[in-house]
C-alpha cells in the first residue's frame, strides 16, 4: 500500500471519527436543550396558573364586595376576570403537556363556570327592581349563599389548582433530574470522545512518523555506507514510494560493487602486466 494511499485511508478514518463524534455531541446537546424547554415551559404553567388563580380570586372577592356593600366599584375585578380568565385558561391549556393536567383544568374550568353561573344569579337578582327581584334575591340568599355553595365552589377551586400546582411541581423535579443527567453524560461523554480522538490522532500521528522515519533512517545509514565502500542491500517489501528509493539504492550499491570488482580485477591486471614488463 502506497504511503499516499495510507495517509488517505488515515486522515478519511479521523474524519468519520470527528463526524461521528460532532453528531453525538449533537444528539446529547438536543437533549440537554429539550430538557431546558421542559423546564422553561414548567416555570411558565406555574405562572399562569398563579395568575389565574389570582384572578378567579379576586372575582369572588369582587363579587361578595358587592353583597355585603351593594356597591357597583365591588364588581371591577369581577367584570374584568370575566374577560381575562378565558385568555388564562387558553394559554394554560397550550402550556399542559399532559392529559392528567388538562383533565384537572378542565375540572376547574367547569367549576369556574358554575360559580359565574352562581354568581351571575345573585348579581341579577340583586339589581333587579320589581317587586318579585326581592323575594327572588332573598330565595337565591337562602338557598345557595346561606348554603355555602359558592365557598364550596371556590374550594374546589383552590383543592384543583393545589392539585394541578403539586402535579406540575413534580415534573419540574423529574425534569431537572433528567436535565442534571443530560448535561452530566454530555460532559462525560465529550470528555471521553474528545480523549479517544486525540489518541487515535496521536496513535496514527506516531504510526506515520515512525515508520517513515525509520526507513529514512535507515537508508541514510545505507547510503553512507555505500558511501563508505561498503556495498550492502537494504530489504523492504512495504512495496510504496519510498520502496522504490530503496530499490535505487540497492540497484547503485549492486551496480557500484560490480563496478570496483572489475577495476580490482583490471588492476590486478595491470599489476601482473607491469610485472611482466619488468
Known amino acids: 500500500m502506497s504511503i499516499r494511499y ?32 421542559y423546564l ?11 395568575a389565574l388563580h389570582k384572578e378567579m380570586l379576586e372575582m369572588q372577592s369582587g363579587f361578595r364586595g358587592y353583597l355585603l356593600t351593594n356597591q357597583e366599584s365591588f364588581l371591577q375585578p369581577y367584570y374584568e376576570g370575566l374577560k381575562t380568565v378565558p385568555f388564562l385558561i387558553a394559554e394554560q391549556m397550550h402550556l399542559l403537556s399532559t392529559p392528567t393536567q388538562k383533565s384537572k383544568l378542565d375540572s376547574i374550568i367547569q367549576l369556574h363556570k358554575e360559580w359565574i ?9 340583586k339589581r333587579d327592581t320589581l317587586p318579585e327581584a326581592g323575594l327572588r334575591y332573598k330565595k337565591l340568599f337562602d338557598t345557595k349563599l346561606k348554603m355555602e355553595v359558592g365557598k364550596k365552589l371556590n374550594d374546589q377551586i ?16 423529574e425534569r431537572r433530574a433528567v436535565l442534571q443527567t443530560s448535561i452530566s453524560q454530555t460532559r462525560s461523554i465529550s470528555i471521553v470522545l474528545t480523549v479517544i480522538c486525540v489518541l487515535i490522532s496521536f496513535v496514527m ?12 533512517s535507515k537508508m541514510v545509514n545505507l547510503a553512507e555506507r555505500i558511501s ?3 556495498f550492502i542491500s537494504l530489504p523492504d517489501n512495504k512495496k510504496d514510494e519510498m520502496t522504490r528509493l530503496v530499490n535505487s539504492l540497492n540497484q547503485m550499491s549492486e551496480t557500484l560493487s560490480t563496478t570496483f570488482k572489475e577495476l580490482k580485477k583490471k588492476n590486478d591486471e595491470l599489476d ?3 610485472y611482466v614488463v619488468s
Open 6 to 37: 495510507q495517509l488517505i485511508v488515515g486522515f478519511s478514518f479521523l474524519i468519520v471519527v470527528f463526524t461521528v463524534v460532532f453528531f453525538i455531541n449533537q444528539r446529547l446537546s438536543r437533549e440537554v436543550l429539550t430538557n431546558t424547554t
Open 40 to 50: 422553561n415551559n414548567s416555570e411558565a404553567v406555574i405562572r399562569n396558573s398563579n
Open 117 to 125: 353561573s352562581y354568581s351571575d344569579s345573585l348579581i341579577t337578582s
Open 158 to 173: 383552590t383543592y384543583m389548582f393545589s392539585i394541578l400546582d403539586n402535579y406540575e411541581y413534580k415534573l419540574r423535579l
Open 205 to 216: 500521528g506516531f504510526y506515520f512518523l515512525r515508520t517513515i522515519t525509520d526507513r529514512i
Open 228 to 230: 563508505g565502500g561498503e
Open 272 to 274: 601482473q602486466f607491469a
